[in-house]
């Protein structure tokens, strides 16, 4: 049984290759996203499940990837679904918890800071040109490079300027930071407990110091972090009313049942 089966996506790597040579009567693959990216994750989990189903990896690509992603076909949707029916067993939280409430979604739209706005501006207008360049140099398809790396950097400002490499003292403001700070003590107060995901671990280093300034106790789990059951069970016990969490960290087997609140800052 293969858990958190979404860890072998990539059909390339030794983990996928390594349990590409276990043998067993009957293999299992469990996860939330068995499309994480894109639709090559699916055909690796089933050449581990069901190998052959779906042909060889470019037989897949050349027949139902491409078509289905390039041209929307529907013909290609609808064989892929024929194929993966008989082999996916899909739950959701309607049949296995139909106590639980529905989730409630809430965006908090916030204005940019003055200095936050500058900065953002100049490194929009800088990013525009450089990809500009770039695709005038190599063409569209090969520029996505350059181009993530220009949206990761103003989602980077939006968090906060600090998370550039190189911002000096002037870039110590940040709107949603000084938002998260205003509304935290307030759902505390309400007696919430608070699950705080960033995709970005520096950003959660930048939050830790500022909960400790407004008394706020809390533990934290990213990657690196290799005890993971301490702070699990100080937030669930309730010792904590906050754990940090980084989303990388936060897609592999961790159940937070105590919380009733989760802040996305992102």
Known sequence: IHDEAQMLKNPKTASFKAAKQLKAAQTLALTGTPVENQLTDAWSLMELVTPGLLGTLDQFNRIIARPITRDNDAQAKRFLARRLRPFMLRRTKDQVARDLPAKSEIPEWIDLSDTQQTIYESMRLLMQKRVREEIARVGLMRSHIIFLDALLKLRQICCDPRLLAGQDA?????????????MLPELLAEGRKVILF???TSMLDLIKPELSKLGIAFREIIGSTKDRQSPVKAFQSGAVPVILVSLKAGGTGLNLTAADTVILYD
């Open 170 to 182: 002037r870039a110590e403001t940040s709107a949603k930071l000084d938002r998260l700070m205003e």
């Open 198 to 200: 960033s995709q970005f």
